[in-house]
């Protein structure tokens, strides 16, 4: 079975400072792997996904499959980056996403 | 396009009764999945229907039960209700469950 392993539930940085999310997986095949953003008073929104490499409001992440990371990163935080991010993986076909339980964070002024 | 929504946005039940929750996915999406959120456990997968059958169903016992619609509305039922299923309920639409998830407000359900 997949899982999706989020380690911080909480990541304070500063404004300006590089910014990096983990996400560690465990499949034996070819995920589909996702980053959702849930801003303060918002719905849950698709940030970006592995297969379009796509760098989305200055995030990217890179699926690196020895290591089963997909850690998303920022080279600097802003103010509106606050937010809980949820990684989420997909098995192959049509299988179910599977969700992190989500890191928040927290850009300091 | 309208956006997934959810209905009712909040709901109050006491232990032993039943609710049902609604969802009626973006225009042209046949896939709905649902999920439960709460604080400590992120969101969990409930079950996802497409085209009217239940195609994944996650970890949650019985008492969770859902259906879809042939205009691919559909609802979730809880049965015997417990204070642990008080949570956010999310709904999320795609066109066939291989792309990006739109996911609806929420449902807050509370269980006293």
């Known amino acids: 079975a997949q899982r999706v392993t989020q380690p911080e539930k909480l990541l304070s940085v500063f404004k300006g400072a590089p910014v990096e999310l983990k996400c560690n997986y465990s499949y034996s095949g070819s995920p589909e792997l996702f980053w959702y953003v849930q801003y303060s008073r918002q719905r849950l929104q698709l940030l970006l996904r592995h297969i379009s490499r796509e760098s989305i409001k200055g995030f990217t992440a890179d699926l690196n499959k020895g290591e089963t990371s997909f850690h998303l990163k920022k080279p600097f935080a802003q103010e509106e980056d606050s937010a809980m991010y949820y990684c989420?993986?997909?098995?192959?076909?049509?299988?179910?996403?599977?969700f992190g339980t989500g890191t928040k964070l927290q850009v300091i002024p | 396009k309208a956006g997934v929504t959810q209905t009712p946005r909040y709901l109050i039940k006491t232990r032993g009764q039943q609710v049902t929750l609604s969802c009626s996915p973006i225009?042209?999406?046949?896939?709905v999945s649902w999920y439960q959120q709460t604080p400590g456990q992120g969101l969990q997968f409930l079950f996802e229907?497409?085209?009217?059958?239940?195609?994944n169903k996650g970890n949650f016992p019985g008492r969770f039960s859902g259906r879809q619609f042939s205009n691919s509305r559909s609802e979730m039922n809880v049965s015997t209700l417990e204070l642990g299923d008080s949570a956010l309920y999310l709904c999320?639409?795609?066109?066939?469950?291989?792309?990006?998830?739109?996911f609806g407000p929420g449902t807050r359900l509370t269980v006293l």
């Open positions: 999320a639409s795609s066109t066939s469950g291989r792309e990006t998830q739109y």
């Open positions: 225009s042209g999406h046949r896939s």
């Open positions: 229907y497409f085209s009217e059958t239940q195609r």
């Open positions: 989420a993986l997909q098995a192959g076909g049509y299988q179910k996403v599977t």
